[in-house]
């Protein structure tokens, strides 16, 4: 096997590459080998200004349109949010006035039972009360579905807006 040169005699190869690379980049042999190709320096030049330009259009294009979707994203959860404090605040109002509904019927039918006068008097006075509370409760239950039913497409509208509008092509 042939013993490989360690020192000075295995640098000067190494030397005279590293000196012929350094006199081909001179500026005046680059631009005798770019005439020799045909390449014009200033033409390159003004071929890479018009990539880099375009590309930092590109660029500012490109995150424009990024934060007009992060925007539209920020309203929609802001109308989502809004959508549902006040859905949830109309399912408290609701439930509240049936509440005070119930305690009304309640305390009208104590002060009542207070009167009776006889057992006959008092069954029909309950059976009218639990007939009256049932049909109450009812109404209520209808209202208080209609309302969650109206909360429910009032909170996911924003979201359903948001979703056709990214679906729908741009001009």
Known sequence: MPE???GEGAQKPFAAAEDRFREA??????ARAQA???LDP?????ALRGL???TVEQSRMAYQTLKDHADEATRTIEATLENAHSGSLSLSKRAIEAMRSNAELGFAHLEKLAKVKSVSEL??????YVRQQTEMMAGQIRDMQSLSRSVAQELVRP??????KARTPRD
């Open 159 to 164: 979201g359903r807006e948001a979703f056709d």
């Open 42 to 46: 200033e033409r390159f030049q003004d």
């Open 123 to 128: 069954v029909e006075l309950q059976s009218g």
């Open 52 to 54: 880099t330009e375009r």
């Open 4 to 6: 490989h040169e360690t």
């Open 25 to 30: 980049m001179e500026p005046e042999n680059v």
């Open 36 to 38: 020799a190709l045909g």
